[in-house]
């Protein structure tokens, strides 16, 4: 068998039939044929000629690769116009060449060549392996002896119309009810529309026209949000900042933390988008907390520790550290006001009424509860936040001792067999924080000199509980 370096555009199938068999080598299985006892015995007349109209393609190795497709327009002779190939790649959809003599090999038939054939790179000049390979080919049976559908009669037993544009319009769908015979279930219909329309939506968000359309709508609408110490703050100052509050932060959380960089740009230009906001008022920052931190269950594992780039979680961090410090001194409330979840992995209850940033960093804090957290690497971020936290300020070393952070902090290090510590070769950022802590704390009454005297007090930043 000769191996061909393409596959063939048309196929014949007769040498394969029955028929011809039959006729070639003079079987037994003629004289069935002659004597009539086969009723389904093919004929001459019968259709076994093909034409490719499909190719899957995979590029690759074994081990891995990606697939991709080539597929054929068909269009009947009245329309005038010829048959097209296109690529199918993920969204991507192109016109191509296929068809043009030589380029069925380069595209779809791995092998040598003298340069890059691929559709995706520039020629190089110099011998290469193509690995990409057709790996499945779509034939389509030519039906001669079958008459074409007559579309303008189909158009009349439905009542419509049949204008010439609307025949020629008929003609290129290819699933059309008229051409396909088929009424699906409504239920279907309505199914694949909404997919459709979600993925239009979908689309249409992770792209940078959508970015910089947000952009547009936000930057002009900052400097009324901060006014300057000689403007008063009114009403409609307070609901422009939750606006774009609240179109800021949803496209971060939608669009912005789970797209690529070179759509949605530098994440610093958006932190510091969302940091202005939050500056406003306190109310911008209770609404925020509830609306995007609190609202989820998962919402500090997510970005602090389970998210895959590390901008995103450098830059979550970053915010929640920052707002926690700008609300220190905002009017306290409880985790039910701020339609949080649930309390849990918390040293306080659900109802307990205490300053929204305590709120934010024992959400952070009831992170190390999650069993997942023992088999995640993505840490250092994590402690981080406890580390900022930490550096600014006594008021907020206070809230961490009180959360009993630094106790938390000294068993992960000393426990042999924790399976954070494990994970988490690098501890200095754990022993950054307990650092710090400790020495905000005065250990004079649990210290004593050989001679049993007290010593000298060191100078302390804050005398704390420990």
Not at 177 to 196: D, H, K, M, S
Request: glycine residues 4%.
């Amino acid at each position: 068998t000769t191996i061909s370096s393409s596959p063939p555009d048309s196929l014949s199938m007769e040498p394969y039939t029955v028929d011809f068999l039959s006729r070639m080598e003079e079987t037994v299985a003629c004289e069935m044929i002659e004597s009539g006892d086969r009723e389904d015995a093919p004929t001459l007349s019968e259709n076994s000629h093909y034409r490719l109209v499909g190719v899957v393609v995979h590029s690759g190795q074994a081990s891995g690769g990606h697939y991709y497709s080539y597929i054929k327009q068909r269009v009947t002779e009245e329309c005038g116009e010829k048959d097209k190939w296109y690529r199918f790649d993920d969204v991507d959809v192109t016109e191509c060449t296929i068809d043009q003599e030589g380029q069925m090999a380069k595209l779809c038939f791995g092998g040598d060549s003298n340069d890059l054939d691929s559709p995706d790179r520039k020629p190089t000049g110099r011998s290469q392996k193509r690995w990409w390979n057709a790996y499945i080919l779509f034939y389509e049976r030519v039906d001669k002896d079958t008459p074409p559908l007559d579309i303008h009669q189909v158009l009349l037993q439905e009542g419509v119309n049949p204008g010439e544009e609307v025949v020629r319009a008929v003609q290129r769908l290819s699933l059309s009810p008229a051409l396909l015979q088929y009424n699906p279930p409504e239920g279907l219909v309505r199914q694949v529309r909404q997919e459709n329309l979600l993925f239009l939506h979908q689309r249409s968000q992770f792209c940078a026209e959508f970015t910089q359309y947000i952009k547009h709508i936000i930057l002009p609408n900052l400097a009324a949000c901060n006014p300057t110490a000689t403007q008063t703050r009114d009403s409609r100052t307070e609901q422009i900042a939750l606006d774009s509050l609240d179109l800021v932060s949803s496209y971060l959380f939608k669009t912005g933390f789970l797209c690529k960089k070179s759509i949605r740009g530098r994440i610093e230009e958006w932190q510091d988008v969302l940091l202005n906001l939050l500056q406003a008022s306190d109310v911008c920052r209770r609404w925020f907390a509830a609306n995007y931190l609190f609202s989820s269950s998962s919402r500090f594992y997510q970005y602090l520790v389970e998210c895959p780039m590390l901008d995103v979680r450098s830059s979550f961090a970053f915010i929640i550290v920052t707002l926690a410090k700008l609300a220190i001194t905002d009017p306290p409330l409880s985790l039910s006001e701020l339609n949080a979840w649930s309390a849990e992995g918390y040293n306080y209850s659900i109802d307990h009424v205490a300053p929204l940033s305590l709120h934010i960093i024992s959400g952070c804090f009831a992170v190390l509860s999650d069993d997942r957290l023992d088999y995640n690497r993505n840490l250092q971020q994590f402690f981080h936040v406890f580390y900022c936290y930490a550096k600014s300020g006594l008021a907020e070393r206070e809230q961490l001792l009180n959360l009993a952070v630094h106790t938390k902090f000294m068993r992960i290090i000393q426990e042999d067999g924790n399976c954070m510590r494990a994970q988490y070769n690098d501890t200095t950022s754990i022993h950054n924080v307990i650092a710090v802590l400790l020495c905000s704390v005065d250990l004079s009454s649990l210290r004593q000199q050989s001679n049993g005297l007290q010593p000298s007090t060191p100078t302390l930043l804050k005398t704390t509980r420990c």
